[in-house]
């Protein structure tokens, strides 16, 4: 199976840059995506890295290591409406159901 | 992309009823999942509703508890029965972009979600 480990709360001021790490256990997989979700909404799709690396979308980055079964999300130029929860997301390779992560709650103050 | 209208968006109901929770997609989709969140929790998998077939279940989800149907390619139901205060929750389906293709898709989109209170 599949079990992904993020840390429960962060907290960052306005403009800052935050970093939401996820540490994965998957036998085989296919990539790690992030996903935000604002309190009261549903989850929305931010990033997929299919490849080890950095992948840049905006104010957003995902970067992944397979070998170190590791990734996070970077977040820069901080706002206050990106306060919401974040959740990493993986798919085993012979699986069709996509597991998330603990999930992140991420405050950004004044 | 996909567009999909859940419903109810929210509903109190007293323990040992059932309620019957509405998915439509704007597109075709081969699978569609639900899934359900505890606040301030993660998001677990109920189950994937496939057309034409039973749906498959996770482990601690049951069909007598959880029946899904799946009559045609944009639409599903799930059910929650004999409701208890343990099932106050939300309750979100979920589909695969269907412009994206195959079995390495991770890109969900959701339903608003349908908060449940149990009394």
């Known amino acids: 199976g599949q079990s992904l480990e993020q840390p429960s709360e962060v907290t960052a001021v306005e403009g800052a840059i935050v970093q939401i790490n996820c540490t994965y256990q998957?036998?085989?997989?296919?990539?790690l995506s992030w996903y935000q979700q604002h309190d009261g909404g549903a989850p929305t799709f931010l990033s997929y890295?299919?490849?080890?690396g950095l992948e840049e979308t905006g104010r957003f980055s995902s970067f992944l290591s397979r070998s170190d079964s590791y990734g996070y999300l970077l977040l820069q130029e901080l706002q206050m409406k990106d306060s919401a929860s974040y959740f990493c997301?993986?798919?085993?390779?012979?699986?069709?159901?996509?597991?998330f992560g603990s999930g992140t709650r991420l405050l950004v103050r004044p | 992309s996909a567009v999909i209208s859940q419903k109810p968006s929210r509903d109190i109901c007293q323990r040992g009823t059932s309620l019957t929770i509405q998915c439509q997609v704007d597109?075709?989709?081969?699978?569609m999942f639900w899934y359900r969140q505890q606040p301030g929790q993660s998001l677990t998998l109920i189950a994937t509703?496939?057309?034409?077939?039973?749906?498959?279940?996770e482990s601690g989800f049951v069909i007598d508890k959880f029946p899904i149907s799946r009559p045609n390619l944009t639409f599903s139901t799930l059910t929650v029965s004999n409701m208890s205060p343990e099932d106050s929750s939300i309750y979100l389906c979920?589909?695969?972009?269907?412009?994206?293709?195959?079995?390495?898709?991770?890109?969900?989109?959701f339903g608003s979600g349908t908060q449940l209170s149990v009394l």
């Open positions: 597109s075709q989709v081969t699978m």
């Open positions: 997301a993986v798919k085993g390779r012979y699986s069709y159901k996509l597991i």
């Open positions: 509703a496939n057309q034409g077939s039973e749906a498959t279940y």
């Open positions: 890295n299919a490849l080890d």
């Open positions: 979920s589909v695969e972009d269907p412009d994206l293709g195959g079995r390495a898709n991770e890109k969900l989109f």
């Open positions: 998957t036998s085989g997989f296919y990539g």
